[in-house]
């Protein structure tokens, strides 16, 4: 599935630069808390899925729907890190006016081009210049 939509996400925008996009979700938050005898029970928001593009003029996060996108140049971008845990890490990019959080996917089982690609883009330091 995460294939079909990279082919689709590259063919649709017309992407060569292939090694600069990683896959990854919003990181949900809890919105509701529900108490019961027997246990308590967490909501969270809705988890949504997205391939980022790093590149030197900034980041543009594509919807895996491919419904639209956001670029976020390095201009506005105050702030800008990422952590690893294990196979998982997470990317924090703070503006003048918002901060967005999300998780990065290192590893998903049969997409190989996503271990090469945070490879990639580690040893680039996504492009961030600042």
């Known amino acids: 599935m995460i294939n079909k939509q990279y082919e689709e996400l590259l063919s649709k925008f017309k992407i060569t630069k292939t090694n600069n996009i990683i896959y990854g979700t919003n990181i949900p938050m809890p ?22 593009y790093f590149d030197e003029k900034g980041i543009t996060i594509y919807p895996t729907t491919l419904e639209g996108s956001i670029t976020i140049s390095w201009d506005e971008v105050e702030d800008f890190k990422i952590s690893h845990i294990s196979i998982l890490g997470k990317m924090m990019i703070k503006t003048k006016d918002n901060t967005y959080r999300f998780q990065l996917n290192r ?9 090469i ?3 990639y883009l580690e040893e680039n330091k996504y492009f961030y210049s600042k």
């Not at 919105?31 to 391939?51: A, E, H, L, Q, S």
């Not at 590893?107 to 271990?115: A, D, E, H």
Request: charge should be positive.
């Open 31 to 52: 919105n509701m808390v529900i108490p019961t005898p027997w246990r308590t029970y967490i909501k969270f928001d809705k988890t949504y899925y997205y391939f980022f």
């Open 107 to 115: 590893f998903v089982f049969g997409c190989p081009w996503i271990k």
């Open 117 to 119: 690609n945070t490879r």
